[in-house]
């Protein structure tokens, strides 16, 4: 088991399975602080509750999509700072120049492994310990 790592991750994503793996892969790393969200709204009112240090989200989901999710988080005062990290489950040129131009800090192409996803984390937000 690996020290832990004091970052609080949201993970955001419609499918439950994903949202487990995900926070499976981020305890393997040592990130013990998680929360969960099936939606950008509900994403929203969590990150706006409490200090977050890092955003994960899914780009295909119902109510309020990844993007659209991103483009909030970067217009709301408390949290527009907090890196944010896009999944998809395809390398769409496109959707990756749009999130880029909404400020994304990184993208991951599902499905991913533990080392992939440490090594995203670690391109935004340095070393892990």
């Known amino acids: 088991m690996p020290n832990a790592v004091a970052l609080k991750v949201l993970v955001v994503d419609d499918q439950e399975s994903v949202r487990k793996m995900t926070a499976m892969s981020l305890e393997q790393m040592g990130i013990r602080q998680i929360h969960e969200a099936e939606n ?17 989200s899914d780009y295909y989901m ?13 217009g709301h005062p408390v949290v527009r700072r907090v890196p944010f990290i896009l999944l998809t489950g395809r390398g769409d040129r496109e959707l990756v120049v749009k999130a880029a131009q909404a400020g994304v800090n990184n993208y991951l192409i599902k499905p991913f492994t ?6 995203k984390i670690e391109q935004v937000m340095g070393k892990l310990s």
């Open 114 to 119: 533990v080392q992939v996803l440490r090594q």
């Open 62 to 74: 119902d109510q309020m999509d990844g993007l659209d999710l991103l483009r909030a988080v970067r």
């Open 40 to 56: 950008g709204i509900k994403a929203m009112e969590i990150a706006s509750l409490q200090p977050i240090d890092l955003i994960i």
